[in-house]
């Protein structure tokens, strides 16, 4: 296989994913049910970019593999730093949801942490954008761009 074919064959899987979060999340209407799901479909997606041949990752918090992808050693250091962010912003919410009775999820911040991840990642567009699909395709786009990460090499710095 050459190498163009690899990367091609590479960009068609991670468009799958990109696809298939989006298709999984789609029907939701409930935000934090969105907000759920979207975190647990995220996680997956760092799990097999980054533990290919660690056993031990399952019991590592979300906040560990960002942390682990934080580390990673890649050539788009700009594009990393803001998917870590965006990644550590969804944790946070994810955990507001999770431990404060009086969270709402219909504050802003869901809606502001969407519109960061269009304005500065390329996804594609599955639908007609309104407040939940547009949220709905944050998680699809991260998940793309996730994956898209290219390291430089397998270790972390």
């Keep these: 296989m050459s190498i163009n074919s690899a990367k091609s064959e590479e ?3 991670n468009l799958f994913y990109e696809w298939a979060i989006w298709g999984h999340l789609e029907s939701e209407k409930n935000l934090e049910l969105i907000l759920l799901k979207g975190h647990l479909l995220l996680e997956v997606v760092l799990d097999s970019l980054l ?3 660690k056993k031990d990752y399952k019991n590592y918090s979300f906040h560990r593999k960002v942390t682990y992808l934080e580390n990673l050693d890649v050539k788009e250091e700009s594009r990393q730093r803001f998917i870590v962010m965006a990644l ?3 944790n946070k ?3 507001k949801l999770a431990h404060e009775f009086k969270y ?3 504050n802003g911040e869901f809606d502001e942490w969407s519109s960061r991840i269009h304005d500065n990642l390329e996804g594609m ?3 007609r954008y309104t407040r939940r699909t547009k949220i709905i395709h944050s998680f699809s786009i991260l ?3 996730i ?3 290219k390291t430089t090499k397998a270790s972390c710095r």
């Design 11 to 13: 960009s068609n899987i």
């Design 93 to 95: 919410m994810r955990n």
């Design 125 to 127: 567009k599955w639908t």
């Design 104 to 106: 709402d999820i219909a």
């Design 143 to 145: 998940a793309k761009n």
């Design 88 to 90: 550590r912003d969804l």
């Design 51 to 53: 533990f290919d041949d």
């Design 147 to 149: 994956l898209d990460i």
